[in-house]
């Protein structure tokens, strides 16, 4: 491992000491982030994260509410606010588009994008932005990243700060609807879902839980609206991965 030295001098003797390897960055980063994490201070956390990989900007966004109406799915962020909200409807559009591997697969993956050409950015900031997703508990969120030009990205610490984030927001209070927010399912839904997962079919479940085969239908449909999956099949996978059944 390569270490930085500075020169001391000691009663006329000459030595040469090592600063902290880079090992101890992170121990510091992950102390900075446990203090920002118990606070609930996620711009704090988002800060040191992007101080942590470079980045000149940070946007911090809940993939579970980027499918409503308005900008409550970003959490945090020092984006300029025109851009946020035009780069919503592209999230969402996206979003809609992606299925429920293809999200999965995404995970820890760093992804590379242009912001819009008509756009006026500083002359010092890269019009390609970086997108990381990660989990924390039940709940999907991406980062969003900006950079000075000409600034060399690690892969590694790029998909760490995916890691990192998690473990910051999980350190918060969990209650928070900010942060973790419950998927609003009833306690019917969550039956329904779990026994679609088992392989009923509505007429099964209508059986076992005594009620109708389209009031089946109907608490299924809510399910998918709700988790903002398109078949029975993705709302079983999106289950499965937040821990619902």
């Not at 090592?18 to 900075?32: C, F, G, K, W």
């Not at 559009?93 to 006026?120: H, I």
Request: glycine share 6%.
């Amino acid at each position: 491992m390569e270490l930085r030295s500075a020169e001391t001098t000691l009663e006329g003797r000459h030595f040469v000491e090592a600063s902290p390897p880079r090992t101890l960055l992170r121990e510091q980063v992950l102390r900075r982030l446990a203090l920002a994490g118990a606070c609930g201070n996620i711009q704090a956390a988002m800060r040191i994260l992007s101080d942590y990989v470079g980045a000149s900007h940070y946007l911090l966004a809940r993939y579970d509410l980027i499918q409503e109406q308005g900008l409550d799915f970003v959490v945090a962020s020092n984006w300029p606010f025109d851009l946020v909200r035009r780069l919503g409807a592209e999230l969402a559009r996206g979003y809609s588009r992606s299925t429920e591997v293809e999200k999965c697969l995404s995970l820890l993956t760093p992804q590379f994008a242009l912001l819009p050409e008509d756009y006026s950015l500083p002359e010092d900031i890269s019009r390609q932005y970086c997108s990381l997703t990660f989990c924390a508990g039940r709940t999907r969120f991406s980062v969003m990243l900006l950079f000075l030009d000409g600034i060399i990205l690690s892969q590694d610490r790029l998909r760490e700060i995916g890691l990192l984030a998690g473990y910051a927001l999980s350190l918060g209070d969990t209650q928070n609807a900010r942060v973790e927010r419950d998927f609003e399912l009833t306690d019917r839904e969550l039956e329904c879902l779990f026994w679609i997962a088992e392989g009923k079919t509505s007429d099964e479940i209508a059986v076992i839980l005594g009620i109708s085969r389209n009031t089946i239908n109907n608490y299924i449909t809510s399910v998918m609206r709700k988790t903002a999956t398109k078949t029975r099949s993705e709302a079983i996978a999106y289950a499965v991965r937040n821990n619902l059944v």
